[in-house]
């Protein structure tokens, strides 16, 4: 918001009024850690579906193009790249599994990614032969596999691989961690897959899952207030509440609590009837949130008459 890290900024600006600094130090629980990340987080996790068709549109130098995603069989898109030295260490593992496995249903694919220079690829199938037995493409900068695969996995760093089955990722791995033990429990699925993917798709405590979800609300909050006015314009801030949450009606409940707690911060305070009002109609979004509980400590704060 205009540069101003507006959450720490506000409880020291002599401008507001104690009873505001307390509310805003209620708040803050919520706002401290929701700092601008320009890096979003990953559209693509162990269990969601790939767009298998952006991997078949690559360029293939050798080797055909996947068509579709087979059921049953187990694929590991390797991505590498002729200057990654620990790439290149690992693809003769990748050649045996290929070799191995894959008349029992492995598909290896190795993507060259990042837009590195064709011709560079090329010169590398060229040199080494049969190292590479397996289909080889390569991913153009930006195109819709860069995209849609290693954007949406946020996977800036080599070598790794995807693992998909059945047309869902299953996880990301470095290649050189696959084993055979690995691609036949995958193979074989049911009870052995299961086990398997348990090594490495941990399960989340619910401790856990909270964290994340509220790391992410307060990531959602924070992008929203980056273009509030100046905090000494209350009544433009107030304002610009209500904007946000006319343009956003589908927020979830506690992001809207947390615009409605804002609102109250930044109307006259004399008013204190509407400030009540606002503080209920929040607190009834979401009874049980843990902003609820700030609700109500700002409505006691009214209620005996300090504002």
Known sequence: MN????????????????????????????????????????????????????????????????????????????????????????????????????????????????????SKVEAYLKANGGAMSYPVAISEKDDAFDAEWLKAADLCSLPNAFIVKDGKLLFIIHPGKITPQIVEALLAGGDQETAMLKVFQPVVSDEEKAAIEEAARSKRVSLLLRDAPPMEDRAGTVAYMDKILAENPKLPPEDKQEFLLLKVIYLDRKNVAEAIRILDQAKALAPNSKTSRKLDEARQMFNTGKP
């Open 3 to 118: 540069g101003i890290d507006w959450p720490c900024l506000m409880l020291h600006a002599r401008c507001i009024p104690t009873y505001m600094r307390a509310i805003l130090l209620l708040l803050a629980g919520c706002l401290a850690a929701s700092a601008y990340n320009p890096y979003p987080d990953p559209t693509l996790n162990p269990g969601d579906a790939v767009k298998f068709e952006s991997l078949a549109a690559l360029t293939y130098l050798q080797g055909k193009a996947p068509a579709v995603s087979e059921q049953g069989k187990v694929y590991i898109i390797d991505c590498w790249a002729t200057w990654c030295e620990p790439c290149k260490t690992t693809i003769p593992l990748l050649n045996k599994l290929h070799n191995d496995y894959q008349p029992k249903g492995l598909r290896v694919i190795g993507v060259s990614v990042f837009g590195e220079d064709r």
